[in-house]
């Protein structure tokens, strides 16, 4: 199991802005899906899926994103990418990033197994 760790969260208030970021080792270069996954306060262990990129360079998104986030995969840092525009409150939480253990498809936004390190992200009304 690949465990990874997130960057780049912070602080802002509604309507900013932040990309996070998640390197890979220089050894995995296999993989079918890369993701973004978030955990909100209050909600114990659990993650939803935030977005998701596959191979052929297809991008999912959760319903929720609304098209104000954008996945992206550097192929030649090894490095997903999440650019975080439009940030609303609900949107604070500890955001993961993941490269494995996937339950379904890449589209469903769902896996199993531990979890590296994750970055916070806090948004202000």
């Known amino acids: 199991q690949v465990q990874l760790v997130a960057s780049g969260g912070g602080s802002v208030q509604a309507g900013g802005s932040l990309i996070l970021s998640c390197s890979l080792a220089?050894?995995?270069?296999?993989?079918?899906?890369l993701g973004w996954f978030r955990q909100a306060p209050g909600t114990g262990e659990v993650r939803e899926g935030v977005?998701?990129?596959?191979?052929?360079?297809?991008?999912y998104y959760a319903d929720f994103v609304e098209d104000r986030f954008t996945i992206s995969f550097d192929n030649a840092k090894n490095t997903l990418f999440l650019r975080m525009n439009s940030l609303k409150p609900e949107d604070t939480g500890m955001y993961y990033c993941?490269?494995?253990?996937?339950?379904?498809?890449?589209?469903?936004?769902?896996?199993?197994?531990?979890w590296g390190q994750g970055t916070q992200v806090a948004v202000s009304s």
């Open positions: 977005a998701a990129f596959g191979v052929g360079d297809r991008r």
């Open positions: 993941a490269a494995d253990n996937w339950l379904g498809s890449c589209h469903q936004l769902r896996r199993t197994g531990d």
């Open positions: 220089s050894y995995f270069t296999s993989w079918s899906c």
